[in-house]
Structure formats: structure tokens, C-alpha cells
């Protein structure tokens, strides 16, 4: 087993996830798969590892033994990853297709971590995620970064980060806003079909909120030009009678939050998140630069 350590990667994700399932979104393999590793493991041992519990997974006293072991050897690997790309020494440009938000709000606090663990150039391709994964297929790019997975036999898929839409303005908000407070507002939207005002609406509209009430001010088909749009409009209460306000992905305008240039307020009982992924070709599994990339975006989740 220890010549094959996927299966004890599968075992540290579950722990670090709690959760069966949540292990089989970030590898990008089905949880009966999952559960299939862990099984083999324990029978490997002759010993049970972890124990399913109502509010996730309890490891055993072996299972923590067995924690201490992996995590040890996940070090060593991560070190020995970065070694072996030392002796790799290929001249060329590592090609990370991205989303609009990811490309140009989360990717960049990373970039410099990439290009340094690969010791080669990072070219970005920035545009829709369908067009994305069009390239991704078309093998223009090594690695695909989107806001929504567009599933395709032929590519594996795994969650990244959590993304958390907010709802912003250029004038103070409450801190919490109620569900009829929407309607006293000015709004900037995103067009219609992109994956934001998709997921937005979709998630207002299971708390019954319907967003075709709004008074919607204009639409802008881009988050850069949504938030430009509302830090330019007319201010509440001195020159406009209500505020002018968006809901964005908080990647798009957390320094503008902490410069206060814009305002953020939480709509009571309602949580707008998604998650972001990252996705590559299933014969490039195994591919040591797809590889050393993805491990590097893995592992760098704080990105704010």
C-alpha cells in the first residue's frame, strides 16, 4: 500500500473534509470510490481506520497512528515533488485557462508560486468557462480553473476554493438586510446566461426572493464592470433617493470593501456561495508539471 500512496492521500482528505463526500468532490472521483480505498486500507491493516459518525468521521486509535504516518510521508513527497522538478528542465510555457473572477481576482496571489515551483513561464488564457474547458479539450491548455464544472468523460474535476457571492454598494448598508429591503434598492446585474446571475438568482429564488421584481438600474456583462458601475453611481441619500447595489463574487471586491470605497451588507437568511474548480484531461493525471500545479493551487486555498 505504501508504494501506492493515492489511497492514503484519499485517507488525509477525508480526514481534512470530515466527510466522505466532500473527499470525492475534491479528488474528482465518485464516493463509492473513495469508500473503496478506505476499505482497502483497513483490510490492508486488518484494522478499522475511521468510523462514519452522524456530523462527519471520527478516526480510531489506529486511524491516528495511521495519521501521523501519512502526514509524514505527504511532506516528504511535497519535497521530493520539488526536487524532481529541478532535474525536469523543459523549456516552455505551463498554460492555465481561467474563468473571468478566477483569472483575474484569485489566480494572480498565486502565479509567483506556480512559475517558481515549475521553473518555467505561466501563460493565462482568461474567458468563459464553457470556452475554458472548449480549450482545455482542444489540448490548448494544460489546466482549467472554472466557476462551474462542465462535465466531460474525459476530464477530471476537483473542488478548490469556496466562493462567496456579497452584496455591496457605494453607500453605507445595514449590516443585515431583510428579504423586502431588495426592493427599495437600485440594482446592477449581470447578464443574462453568465454563471454569476445564474447561481444568484437561483439561490435568492429558493428563499423566495424573485429577483425579476428588482429595479434593475442596467446590466453590465462583466463583474469588473458591474463593481465600476456601482462605485461611479450617484451616491444615497445625497444624490440618488436609494442605494445603487450589486451582488458579486467577494474576490471581485474585497479591497474595495476593506479601502471602504464600497459597502457590504448580508441578506438575512440567505447564503450565496459556490464552489470554484479546477479540472484537467484524465491522460494528463499523471503528467508531473499537471501535477506539481495542482498540488500548488491545493494547497494554496487562502487566497483572499
Wanted: hydrophobic share 40%; proline share 3%; glycine share 4%.
Amino acid at each position: 500500500m505504501l508504494k501506492d500512496f493515492a489511497k492514503l492521500e484519499t485517507f488525509l482528505i477525508v480526514v481534512r473534509e470530515r466527510s466522505f463526500s466532500k473527499a470525492s468532490a475534491k479528488l474528482g472521483i465518485s464516493q463509492p470510490a473513495v469508500t473503496q480505498q478506505i476499505k482497502y486500507i483497513e483490510e490492508y491493516l486488518d484494522t478499522k481506520i475511521i468510523e462514519r459518525k452522524k456530523n462527519g468521521v471520527k478516526l480510531t486509535k489506529d486511524g491516528e497512528k495511521l495519521l501521523t504516518i501519512a502526514l509524514r510521508l505527504e511532506r516528504a513527497i511535497v519535497t521530493a515533488e520539488k526536487e524532481t522538478m529541478k532535474i525536469i528542465k523543459k523549456d516552455f510555457s505551463f498554460n492555465i485557462g481561467a474563468s473571468f473572477t478566477i483569472g483575474n481576482y484569485i489566480l494572480p496571489n498565486c502565479l509567483g508560486n506556480i512559475k517558481e515551483m515549475i521553473k518555467n513561464d505561466v501563460f493565462v488564457k482568461i474567458d468563459s468557462s464553457d470556452n475554458i474547458i472548449e480549450a482545455l479539450i482542444e489540448k490548448k491548455i494544460d489546466l482549467a480553473l472554472i466557476e462551474s464544472p462542465i462535465f466531460k468523460d474525459n476530464i477530471v474535476y476537483r473542488e478548490w476554493v469556496e466562493d462567496e457571492f456579497v452584496l455591496f454598494s457605494n453607500s453605507p448598508l445595514p449590516k443585515t438586510v431583510k428579504k423586502e429591503d431588495l426592493l427599495t434598492f437600485s440594482w446592477i446585474c449581470r447578464e443574462w446566461g453568465s454563471n454569476t446571475r445564474r447561481i444568484i438568482n437561483e439561490t435568492l429564488d429558493d428563499v423566495g426572493i424573485d429577483c425579476t421584481t428588482f429595479d434593475i438600474k442596467g446590466v453590465v456583462s462583466s463583474s469588473t464592470g458591474v463593481k465600476h458601475t456601482v462605485l461611479k453611481s450617484p451616491k444615497f441619500p445625497e444624490e440618488s433617493p436609494k442605494p445603487t447595489v450589486a451582488i458579486l463574487s467577494k474576490y471581485v471586491v474585497q479591497d474595495d470593501l476593506v479601502n471602504n470605497s464600497l459597502h457590504e451588507s448580508k441578506i438575512r437568511g440567505c447564503k450565496l456561495k459556490r464552489k470554484l474548480y479546477l479540472a484537467y484531461l484524465k491522460d494528463r493525471k499523471n503528467d508531473a508539471f499537471v501535477d506539481t500545479v495542482s498540488s500548488c493551487l491545493m494547497c494554496n486555498k487562502n487566497l483572499g
